[in-house]
């Protein structure tokens, strides 16, 4: 396997599950989405601040400045993806938003294939069709009526963070951890004025600072520098660790227990991502086009 292959693989995997432990915050921390959503958000923006500032150092403004439209594009789609998170998991189950996120392969390689180009491998149209068959089981048990809204937020989300992964792709030169710093910060003043007034207590505080580092910050950068070295399709596809792990988590920690179909569903992802990771990703796909420089 090429080595940028191998390292965007092992980034794109570590980022994943990363992002599963989010289920566990969000379930830990008794405080109104809002609250939430600002402390991770800020505590997000300021690591990311730290390290664009110490990654460009004197030229931190012109970095920012060098951005251009696809920044300025991808600020917003960074205020969706990092806010809708939160909010989908406070609206509904975790199983429901890993079933929406988990068409994240297909959203990518649409959005990738209509901009740029890029093709999809046979190995990775398989294990993707393997995955959504998975996706169907659970999500015929898992949706109710009342998840309608946060299914929707989760959909939003997914969309935006798909697109966000093909450009990093189609501009390889732009600063994501600039952007994502922005998006975070941009994220916890919309929130601000809803969240309830008064500092959590230092647990809850330490908690948050946990949950915006690990799950925002550094999976972040970790998926989407990773995502730089592989086709969209397949970092999305291998993003899906995520939808077994966390509902396996929530389990684990609080006797959340998934249903069977949920359980049976899972099961068939997690057989999608082995059997993508047991053939295609050792070779450089033969069917997959290169995104052209910006």
């Known amino acids: 396997m ?3 292959r191998a390292y965007g693989l092992a980034l794109v995997t570590i980022a994943a599950i990363l992002w599963s432990t989010a289920g566990l915050f969000v379930r830990v921390l008794d405080l109104d989405v809002w609250t939430i959503l600002v402390w991770r958000s800020l505590f997000a923006a300021l690591s990311l601040g730290l390290l664009f500032v110490t990654k460009n150092r004197g030229r931190t403004l012109t970095a920012f400045g060098a951005m251009g439209w696809p920044g300025l594009t991808a600020i917003p789609l960074a205020v969706v993806s990092i806010g809708g998170y939160v909010v989908a998991l406070k609206l509904t189950s975790v ?3 890993m079933i929406v996120y988990a068409t994240v392969p ?3 390689a649409g959005v990738a294939f209509l901009w740029v180009g890029e093709r999809a491998s046979p190995r990775v149209l398989v294990a993707s069709a393997i995955a959504l068959a998975g996706i169907l089981i659970m999500a015929v048990a898992s949706t109710r009526p009342g998840d309608i809204a946060g299914n929707l937020v989760a959909l939003l989300m997914t969309f935006a963070f798909g697109t966000q992964l093909v450009m990093a792709r189609r501009y390889p030169a732009l600063e994501m951890v600039g952007i994502n ?3 975070a910060a941009l994220c916890a003043m919309l929130a601000w004025p ?3 007034t008064g500092l959590p207590d230092p647990r809850q505080m330490l908690i948050m600072a946990a949950f915006g580092i690990t799950t925002t910050s550094l999976a972040y950068m970790l998926f989407l520098t990773g995502g730089r070295h592989i086709p969209s399709s397949e970092a999305g596809l291998i993003g899906l660790v995520d ?3 966390s509902p396996f988590w ?3 920690a609080f006797a959340e227990v998934p249903g069977l179909a949920a359980i049976i569903g899972g099961g068939v992802v997690l057989a999608a991502v082995l059997y993508f990771l047991a053939g295609e990703p050792w070779a450089v796909p033969s069917g997959a086009s290169r995104p052209r420089p910006g």
Request: glycine letters at 4%; charged letters at 5%; aromatic letters at 10%.
């Open 2 to 4: 090429p080595a940028s």
């Open 243 to 245: 939808v077994v792990l």
């Open 250 to 252: 929530v389990w684990l």
């Open 194 to 196: 809803l969240a309830k």
């Open 181 to 183: 710093a922005i998006g």
């Open 95 to 97: 199983a429901n938003v």
């Open 106 to 108: 297909f959203v990518a």
